[in-house]
C-alpha cells in the first residue's frame, strides 16, 4: 500500500517482509483509472518521474534502467541469433527500447493489456518510448496471456515477460498453462525470461515459477540478481527458461564488441549476475 502524506513522502509497506520504501515527492503529476487499474505519476525529489500502479511502485527515472537492461540483454546475448522477440507486458516501453539496440532482431511485438500504461509512460518517460516508432515494433493492447495461447508454433525465439506482481492482471502470467503457451510458441533452444521476484523476500514464489516453468518442459533454468533500489528489499531478479537444450555461456565476444551503449549491462556484470549465494543454491536446489 502506498500513502501520499501531508510531509510529502510517498510509501510503500511490504506488509510480508515488514518492512518499508519510501520516497521524497515534490508533486503529484497525473492520475488515470483504467479499465484495469490505476495508474499515477510524481515527481520525486531526487529519482526523477515515478509511476505508480495500483498503488505500487513501477519505476522511476533514476533506476529502470537496471530492470530494463537486465530483463533484456543477458537474454538476447544468450540466445545465438535472435530475430523475432515477444514482450508480454512492458506497457513503458523501456524493455522495448532495449531489445531494438540489437540489430539482429528483426521483430518485437510488445503485447500489453493496459494502453494507459503507455500514454501515461508517453507523456512521463518520453526517453523510453524513444524507439516505439521503429519500424521493427509492433505494438498491440491486448491480453498477453491469450497471445500467446493462439501464437503459432515456432514462430518465437525469444520471450520477454515484463510483467507485474502475480496479482491484478499479471496474476496470469506466473503459472504452468502460461509457459506452456510460451514453450509452444519458442522455436528449439529459445528463451523465455521472466522478471522473478526478490530472492530475499519472494523465495516461495521464485521457486514455485522455476517449478511451474520446468513442469511446462523447459529443459534448462537460470535465475540471475541485479540490484533494484525501487522494488521490495532493492534485491531483483529474473529468470530464464530454454527449450530443448543447455545454458553453455552467452556470446561474450558480441556483448563485448556491442555498438550500442548501457548505463549497466556488461559481460562482467552477465557473468556476475549469474553467481547465486549458498541461500539461493539450497532454496533452488528443487526447482
Wanted: with cysteine; charged share 20%; hydrophobic share 45%.
Amino acid at each position: 500500500m502506498s500513502v501520499f502524506d501531508d510531509k510529502k513522502w510517498l510509501t510503500e509497506v511490504f506488509a510480508d517482509s515488514g518492512s518499508v520504501f519510501g520516497l521524497a515527492i515534490t508533486k503529484k503529476l497525473d492520475e488515470v483509472q483504467s479499465p484495469f487499474q490505476k495508474i499515477a505519476m510524481y515527481e520525486t525529489s531526487h529519482f526523477g518521474n515515478l509511476m505508480v500502479i495500483d498503488d505500487v511502485i513501477m519505476l522511476s527515472s533514476r533506476d529502470n534502467f537496471l530492470y530494463h537492461e537486465m530483463l533484456s540483454h543477458p537474454v538476447l546475448f544468450t540466445h545465438p541469433n535472435p530475430k523475432n522477440v515477444v514482450i508480454i507486458g512492458g506497457g513503458d516501453c523501456g524493455t522495448l527500447r532495449e531489445v531494438l539496440k540489437h540489430p539482429g532482431v528483426e521483430t518485437v511485438t510488445q503485447i500489453d493489456i493496459d494502453e494507459q500504461v503507455t500514454r501515461m509512460a508517453e507523456k512521463y518517460f518520453p526517453e523510453l518510448c524513444a524507439s516505439n516508432n521503429d519500424p521493427r515494433a509492433i505494438l498491440q493492447f491486448a491480453d498477453g496471456i491469450q497471445f500467446m495461447r493462439d501464437a503459432a508454433a515456432e514462430s518465437v525465439d525469444v520471450i520477454i515477460v515484463d510483467s507485474t506482481d502475480p496479482i491484478g492482471p499479471g496474476e496470469g502470467l506466473f503459472n504452468r498453462a502460461f509457459y506452456a503457451s510460451c514453450l509452444q510458441a519458442l522455436r528449439p533452444g529459445g528463451i523465455l525470461v521472466q522478471q522473478s521476484e526478490s530472492p530475499l523476500i519472494h523465495m516461495p514464489l521464485l521457486s514455485a515459477m522455476r517449478q511451474a516453468m520446468s513442469d511446462a518442459g523447459f529443459a534448462a533454468l537460470q535465475t540471475l540478481n541485479f540490484p533494484q533500489m525501487v522494488y521490495p528489499s532493492g534485491w531483483w531478479t529474473c529468470t530464464l527458461a530454454r527449450k530443448g537444450a543447455a545454458f553453455n555461456g552467452f556470446r561474450e565476444a558480441d556483448a563485448q564488441q556491442a555498438a550500442f551503449t548501457t548505463e549497466y549491462y556488461n559481460v562482467d556484470i552477465h557473468k556476475a549476475a549469474s553467481a547465486l549465494p549458498n541461500f539461493m543454491r539450497k532454496a533452488l536446489q528443487a526447482s
